[in-house]
């Protein structure tokens, strides 16, 4: 069954320094993922989404991730954090079954430290 | 181009009160998803409809939740009656027929008291 892992349910990094959010997948078909991001009381925003296309994969606000099929990840990564980055960050998989699935992992909370 | 749009924004309702929710999928898109997302938690698919037609509800709680799709174009979620473990975001999204990617709404934040 397709499903999606986040390591970590929250991440605490300093101000500046390096972002890294984990999202592991399992799927038995090719996977489409993506990244969200969720600030209080507001809706998804997309990140990013990785599609078949180029496995190192630019969003917004400085983001990228990189699809690595042998490790079956799809990690996020910022170089330098900033304090607007705290928010909540949810990893989705999109999977062919009939139709278009969708399911999202559990969420990081990320907390930036001034 | 328009996106998903839901209302109400916020409901407060009472235990054992009905409520509904209504969606309008970005005109042209056949695939329509209900997401229940509980604080903390990840979005729950609880129904998903190809036009007007369901294709997954397997985990709605059919005992109290509703929807439909009537005309394959808005859809509507209901709730009766309504427990405290109700309360959550509800989510709507769509997305052309057989493109992997979905659109979401701002969501409806429910509170059951």
């Known amino acids: 069954a397709q499903s999606v892992t986040q390591l970590g349910s929250h991440v605490s990094v300093s101000e500046g320094a390096l972002v890294l959010l984990r999202c592991n997948y399992s799927?038995?078909?090719?996977?489409?993922l993506f990244w969200y991001v969720q600030y209080p009381n507001q809706g998804l925003q997309l990140l990013l989404k990785y599609t078949s296309a180029a496995t190192l994969v630019k969003g917004i606000n400085g983001f990228e991730a990189e699809f690595k099929k042998s490790e079956t990840s799809f990690h996020l990564t910022k170089p330098s954090a900033h304090m607007s980055d705290a928010a909540e960050y949810f990893c989705a998989v999109s999977f062919f079954s009939g139709t278009y699935k969708y399911i999202f992992g559990t969420g990081t909370r990320l907390k930036v430290l001034a | 181009e328009a996106g998903v749009a839901q209302s109400p924004r916020y409901k407060i309702i009472e235990k054992r009160q009905s409520v509904a929710f209504w969606c309008n999928p970005i005109s042209g898109h056949a695939t329509l998803y209900w997401y229940q997302q509980i604080l903390g938690q990840g979005p729950k698919l609880l129904i998903q409809f190809q036009n007007n037609g369901v294709v997954d509800d397997s985990q709605l709680p059919k005992d109290r939740f509703s929807a439909e799709r009537l005309k394959g174009v808005d859809s509507t979620l209901k709730i009766q009656p309504a427990k405290l473990e109700d309360s959550a975001v509800y989510l709507c999204a769509s997305s052309l027929s057989g493109y992997p990617e979905a659109f979401f709404g701002q969501g409806t934040r429910l509170t059951v008291v």
């Open positions: 799927s038995s078909v090719p996977p489409y």
